[in-house]
């Protein structure tokens, strides 16, 4: 019995299933990576969001976040890794990111 654990272990880490895929993982770290999901600012599935309305100037103004669904995994990735004026830092590491890509690539699946 002692022995039944440890193997069941190392069988785990070495398994080539996970219990989520990645798209599922990308999923949850879009709708909440760090706090504040990109969901809120670019949308369900990266088409964009409005943000806020205001007036400038008796100007009625919108900020939205911009559409992510066309982005290449290298700009993705840039994007997140660089600060920005508006969106929040999020510290991903690259699996993150990968994960977050190919959830904003995945065809019809939820």
Not at 13 to 35: C, H, K, V, W
Not at 75 to 81: D, E, G, I, V
């Amino acid at each position: 019995m002692k022995y039944i654990l440890p193997l069941f272990l190392i069988s785990a880490l070495f398994a080539d299933e996970s219990f989520i895929t990645e798209g599922e993982y990308g999923q949850m770290l879009y709708n909440n990576p760090r706090g504040i999901g990109c969901i809120h600012c670019h949308g369900k599935r990266g088409e964009g969001a409005l943000i806020a309305k205001y007036k400038e100037d008796a100007e009625e103004m919108e900020l939205r976040g911009p559409d992510i669904r066309k982005v290449s995994l290298a700009k993705l990735k840039r994007s997140l890794l660089k600060r920005h004026r508006i969106m929040p830092t999020y510290f991903l590491t690259e699996s993150e990111i990968r994960a977050i890509f190919h959830y904003l690539h995945m065809e019809g699946e939820e």
